[in-house]
């Protein structure tokens, strides 16, 4: 029996042939390898029968039969279908890999440009992702709009992004793009080349922007240094104009020591040497020596020493401070030389050194009732008729703080034994206590029962005085129907005393001493008196089991009959320093508007001592003591006078 061979498919390869004269038959070779020398191979799936297992018997062509050629030529269509989708899989990848290789060598390569094979929809996208979605400005490698990025992963510009989620409406912090809730701690900046999306390069034009702020700051250097140099400049001037005013005091000391020597020797007498015995000489002695300890026969009066013009000023009160040398004067502003600030008041200061040097100090404020110094720092209250109360300091030239009140501010005092207190006096007749400690208001109200009470115009504080006969510190309030005293121990007036002194009438002015610690009242003509009055009263009190404090009257004269607009007078000395006032050395002056002028009382004449005449209706006067040269300054509405005390023969 013949074996038949059996033939093991390994590949799906096949070949069709054809015999060339047999037409029954088609003759399929099955090769189960590529090689060509007709040895067999066997894998891991069979094993090919060859033709060398049986040397002796030829090989043969099978024959196949018709189905058997159906499904064989059915095989070789799918594995041919099978090869060609693999060509294409395979070329397709490589495609892919290729455009990988560009991308990455794109990114590398900061000069190459983006491949001109993109597409425009490519190209949209990549100009949306260049740009701001919220301003639509490009986004910029530095600077203000440079990338930054929230949690969603949007890009917007730095600026944007933060003005967008600092809005006050909550419901509004959401993301522009998706609508997802964020907030201002979410962004974060991205430090991104610019082949990784298209950035505005802005490095030149932030740099041109540093350098200008540098500029700015070092001009702004230089000009501070130019100011500085110049403030030095006026101020070593104004030293040498102190200096030669006080040469000239000293010289004038002189000349009234000589004119004291004169007296002296013409009530002594010269006697010659040989002519006078030894008792006329003791006589004569005992005649000059009581005249070496008095200046009777020298008398002093106020000279005008300078006059200033201030055409644009509308000035209404005044006050010194001490140690800045410069008096400082209400003012109201003008649009045209202070601009925003026309319309307002202001400060206007004056140096007292040469009273040439002024400044003024806008604050934006109606009009100013009343001013007072601590001299201690330059903090500076100003009442105004706008109901404001306003606290500044005249060194730094800036307003510290503005307290509002319900009515109209006529008047301020600083507590003279702790400056941390201060008060004001309002137009209801209430008083308002102070802290500088507490800013959102007043600490303390000292209100008159009943309604339609006048104005506080004028308030006073007395620091406590061991050495004087008068002792108890205390708050002096002034109204036109009513005077008095508060007194307590502590600062803000908590549990205090009140001690109301008798009037005489209607008043409108109230002037104080401190050294001495008199007060004069002045009323308003009235039918018993139809001339103004001036009270000059000194404090008493007692130490008895119910204490009193009251005014006792020392002098009262009476002068003119004008009193349309409320003015304030002041005490002054004549001779010596301003802490060593006296009753011989006194005087009260206080201006006259029916004879525009500013009349001088002693306590002891009911009529003037002196007489000064004004250009202008007088409004405020001020006595201080300058470089020791005791002066009075005379302020009216556009102008300002300054009287020295001389010695006059």
Not at 140 to 167: E, M, Y
Not at 213 to 229: F, G, T, Y
Not at 599 to 608: A, G
């Amino acid at each position: 029996m013949m074996s038949v061979p059996v033939y093991h498919v390994i590949s799906p390869r096949y070949e069709v042939v054809s015999d060339g004269g047999n037409e029954e038959h088609d003759v399929i070779t099955l090769s189960g390898s590529d090689s060509d020398d007709g040895s067999s191979e066997s894998d891991a799936d069979g094993i090919v029968h060859s033709p060398a297992d049986e040397p002796d018997r030829p090989l043969r062509t099978p024959v196949i039969t018709e189905d058997v050629a159906a499904t064989e030529s059915s095989n070789l269509v799918e594995s041919v279908r099978h090869a060609s989708v693999r060509e294409r899989t395979d070329s397709g990848e490589d495609e892919l890999e290729a455009a990988e290789v560009r991308r990455k060598r794109q990114r590398l390569d900061p000069v190459a440009g983006p491949s001109t094979s993109t597409s425009t929809g490519k190209e949209e996208d990549r100009n949306a992702a260049e740009e701001c979605t919220i301003c639509f400005d490009p986004i910029t490698t530095n600077g203000d709009h440079r990338p930054a990025c929230l949690v969603c992963g949007h890009i917007f510009g730095l600026h944007c992004i933060k003005k967008w989620l600092s809005q006050p409406e909550r419901e509004k912090r959401l993301c522009p793009q998706c609508k997802t809730k964020a907030k201002e701690q979410d962004i974060r900046l991205l430090f991104l080349s610019k082949t990784a999306i298209c950035l505005v390069d802005n490095s030149e034009l932030e740099g041109a922007r540093n350098g200008l702020k540098q500029a700015k700051e070092e001009l702004r250097r230089i000009k501070m240094q130019q100011s500085s140099m110049e403030n030095d400049q006026r101020m070593a001037k104004l030293q040498i104009i102190a200096a030669n005013e006080e040469n000239r005091r000293l010289a004038r000391e002189l000349e009234d020591a000589k004119l004291l020597v004169e007296e002296f020797k013409r009530q002594v007498g010269v006697v010659a040497a040989g002519s006078t015995t030894m008792a006329a000489a003791a006589a004569a002695a005992t005649v000059g020596t009581p005249q070496i300890t008095t200046n009777a026969a020298v008398k002093y009066g106020l000279v005008l020493e300078l006059m200033r013009d201030y055409k644009e000023a509308s000035a209404r009160v005044m006050a010194f401070y001490q140690a800045g040398h410069r008096l400082v004067i209400s003012q109201k502003l003008n649009a045209a030389n202070h601009g925003p600030f026309g319309g307002g008041s202001g400060l206007k200061m004056v140096s007292c050194l040469d009273f040439n040097t002024t400044e003024v100090m806008p604050l934006n404020t109606g009009l100013i009732r009343d001013i007072c110094v601590n001299e201690a720092n330059g903090n500076t209250l100003i009442g105004s008729m706008d109901k404001s109360l306003l606290l500044v300091n005249l060194n730094q030239k800036s307003v510290i703080h503005k307290y509002q009140e319900d009515f109209a501010v006529w008047s301020v005092a600083w507590n003279r034994d702790d400056s941390k207190y201060f008060y004001c006096g309002l137009a209801d007749g209430s008083v308002s206590v102070y802290d500088i400690r507490y800013l959102a208001g007043r600490v303390n109200r000292l209100s008159r029962e009943g309604s339609g009470n006048p104005p506080v115009f004028q308030l006073t504080h007395m620091e406590r005085r061991h050495d004087h006969k008068f002792s108890p510190s205390g708050l002096v309030v002034s109204s036109t129907n009513r005077c008095g005293f508060y007194t307590s121990s502590s600062p803000s007036l908590d549990q205090h005393e009140f001690f109301d002194f008798e009037q005489m009438g209607s008043q409108f002015a109230t002037t104080f001493d401190r050294p001495t610690r008199m007060i004069a009242r002045s009323y308003r003509p009235h039918a018993s008196c139809q001339f103004i009055r001036h009270s000059m009263e000194e404090f008493s009190h007692s130490l008895s089991t119910s204490p009193k404090i009251q005014l006792n009257t020392l002098h009262s004269v009476s002068r003119g009959a004008l009193a349309g607009v409320m003015y304030r007078g002041t005490f002054l000395s004549l001779c010596g320093r301003a802490d060593e006032s006296s009753a011989d050395n006194l005087r009260l002056a206080m201006p006259d508007q029916s004879s525009c002028s500013v009349l001088l009382w002693d306590l002891m004449d009911r009529n003037p001592k002196q007489t000064l005449k004004t250009p202008q209706l007088p409004l405020d006067l001020c006595a201080f003591v300058n470089n020791g040269r005791p002066l009075t300054a005379v302020l009216m509405e556009n102008g300002l006078q300054v009287y020295a005390s001389r010695a006059m023969q």
